[in-house]
């Protein structure tokens, strides 16, 4: 709607870290609803889009978990609290829709046989894994904090490695196990003035992404039903 685009998202966009979802998230709502007004919205029919999502399935050929779902039915329940704020609306009619009950708990772990076969893969145009994987085993962080990280937050003299920018938006800083300060020192030789930890040699620029990467990785190594988030 024009409300979402004239007012939320520029809103989204100067004061949120996670303006990209919503602005994701904006396109699958104008997609769903058409042209509609937010005052022809009822909770009717984000009933049926709530539906309509859990029925759905994602990008990447899965069926879609409840969370997300929720997490969609926030940012729309968000967009019609500001409406209300605006007097665009009399009232926000997610109030009426019930989330979903969750129960996303994965227990995926690798073996030590899968361990051992998936750095094996991790060579030519994806050695560049090695150390990330590593640091993604052995210290915990997120994918977004890693990719993220900073030599100026690995301290080599205290022995430790501070997260930033974390999802509870408070520093966490973890002990290096050996194995982590071996791969981090390793890369620190050849790192020159880079400020992130983890960058692309060809480009100068930090990683952004490994997902493609690391799902070769996964499918060469004959690892199943495994993602990069279950390293942690």
Known sequence: TEFVQSTYLPWSRANKRSSSDDEFHAKV?????????????????????????????????????????????????????????????????????????????????????????LFAEMTGEREYLRALVTVAIYAGPRRGELLKLRWANVDFDLNTITFKETKTNKDRSVPMEPIVRMALLELREGAGDAEYVFVNPDTGTRYTDVKKSFSAACRKAGITDFRFHDLR
């Open 29 to 117: 709502f104008c997609r769903h609803f058409g042209n509609k007004n937010l005052s022809e919205i009822d909770h009717q029919m984000i009933e049926e889009f709530k539906i309509k999502r859990m029925q759905s399935i994602t990008r990447y050929g899965r069926t879609r978990k409840p969370a997300s779902v929720n997490r969609e039915l926030a940012i729309l329940s968000a967009i019609f609290r500001m409406a209300v704020d605006y007097d665009e609306v009399p009232q926000n009619p997610c109030r009426k829709v019930q989330l979903l009950p969750e129960n996303n708990q994965r227990t995926r772990h690798l073996s030590f046989e899968e361990e051992h076969r």
